[in-house]
């Protein structure tokens, strides 16, 4: 990951010139037909349409809303336009596409090839020039608590952080194949950057992480998975779906049976790219419980997954109990 830059949302990629063709030719959504009866897209072309979007019957876009680029224009969200028969046919703004379909990294007009790219971005290489991939670049994690073995040219061996030259002698290695002592100097960084409880109001997608106490035990109204154990040597990862028809909080009840701490990551997946959304990072300790609990937005109901990994912080490999919950009302 060395030498890429952090890629963000980017709803206004375009140069000026380009806006127009995003909206004529970046449309992912459907093209929706229907008879003009109000005279709305008349034969002098595309105007701003004034009706709204919805998905799975929530309103996403409002009627007339326009976006706002960096420089300050504004443009319409939606569309539409009569064609030769005088049907009219409703299109949606590509970066406003990008959003409502929740693609990693937005949209990008790649000019070499003249197209519009829906997650995938630009990326800067280790000679600094700019290239394209299929995949989102994206560093999120902090790399100072990764051990590389290296030597002082004497023979010693040493421990280093970070992302360290290849010049420098130095050499990754997996954790199976590190000394005890190295493996627990690792455990020990990396535990360091996390944190011991959540951080409560930090979103993604439909989901707002809340303290379980907000949510009213007695409206519990599914459970997906009940006190299942599930252990690795190495991580284990389990992807949740929530749906706001069963109620406006999802609780995760994470126990860690194992011999060691674990590291806990929950994150939500974009629909569309490889990016996520990230929640706090915590640890664990063996024989612990916590409840993770997230208020869920019925506006957002594409953006319904949470993905949970955890890894062991010593010896023994990760073994936790998991139960999913969902609730119909908070206290």
Same mark, same amino acid.
């Given at each position: ?29 459907s093209s929706?037909?229907a ?5 709305e897209?008349? %034969? !002098?072309?595309t105007?701003?349409?004034? *009706? ?5 019957? &929530?309103?996403?876009?409002? /009627? ?11 443009a ?11 049907e009219? +046919?409703?299109y ?15 949209? +990008? ?10 997650? $995938?971005? /630009? ?56 000394? /005890?002592? %190295? ?6 960084? +990396?535990?360091?950057?996390?944190a011991?409880?959540?951080?409560? #109001?930090? !979103?993604g ?9 907000e *949510?009213?035990? #007695?409206?519990?109204?599914?459970? !997906?998975?009940? %006190? ?19 109620g406006?909080? $999802? ?14 990551? *929950? ?9 996520s959304?990230?929640?706090? !990072?915590?640890y664990?300790?063996?024989?612990e ?10 506006n957002?109901?594409?953006e319904n &997954?949470l993905q949970?990994?955890?890894? /062991? ?19």
């Amino acid at each position: 990951m060395r030498g890429k830059r952090e890629m963000k949302r980017n709803y206004t990629p375009f140069a000026a010139g380009m806006v127009t063709m995003a909206l004529l030719f970046g449309l992912i959504a459907s093209s929706f037909a229907a008879n003009s009866k109000d005279g709305e897209a008349a %034969d !002098s072309g595309t105007v701003p349409a004034s *009706i709204s979007v919805g998905m799975f019957l &929530q309103q996403q876009i409002a /009627p007339g809303e326009t976006l706002t680029t960096e420089n300050g224009g504004a443009a319409p969200k939606v569309l539409a336009y009569a064609d030769t028969k005088g049907e009219t +046919h409703y299109y949606i703004e590509a970066t406003a596409a990008a959003e409502l379909f929740d693609v990693s990294g937005g949209v +990008h007009f790649r000019e070499e090839a003249n197209q519009l790219e829906f997650g $995938a971005a /630009p990326y800067e290489n280790a000679d600094g020039q700019m290239e394209w991939s299929n995949e989102l670049r994206v560093v999120r994690e902090r790399t100072d608590f990764l051990l590389a073995i290296a030597s002082d040219g004497k023979g010693n061996r040493i421990l280093t952080g970070g992302n360290v030259p290849g010049s420098s002698g130095a050499k990754t290695t997996l954790l199976a194949d590190m000394e /005890p002592e %190295d493996r627990q100097a690792y455990w020990a960084r +990396h535990k360091s950057i996390l944190a011991d409880k959540p951080e409560y #109001g930090v !979103s993604g997608g439909m989901y707002t992480e809340v303290d379980p106490a907000e *949510i009213n035990v #007695g409206s519990l109204s599914g459970v !997906s998975i009940k %006190d299942r154990e599930f252990h690795s040597a190495e991580e284990i990862r389990e992807t949740f779906f929530f749906t706001s028809r069963l109620g406006k909080y $999802a609780a995760i009840t994470i126990e860690n049976t194992g011999a060691a701490e674990a590291e806990i990551e *929950i994150r939500r997946p974009h629909t569309i790219g490889g990016d996520s959304d990230m929640f706090t !990072s915590i640890y664990l300790p063996a024989g612990e419980k916590i409840t993770r609990a997230f208020r869920i937005d019925e506006n957002k109901p594409l953006e319904n &997954q949470l993905q949970l990994k955890a890894a /062991p912080l010593g010896e023994g490999g990760v073994t936790l109990k998991l139960t999913n919950e969902q609730y119909r009302s908070g206290k």
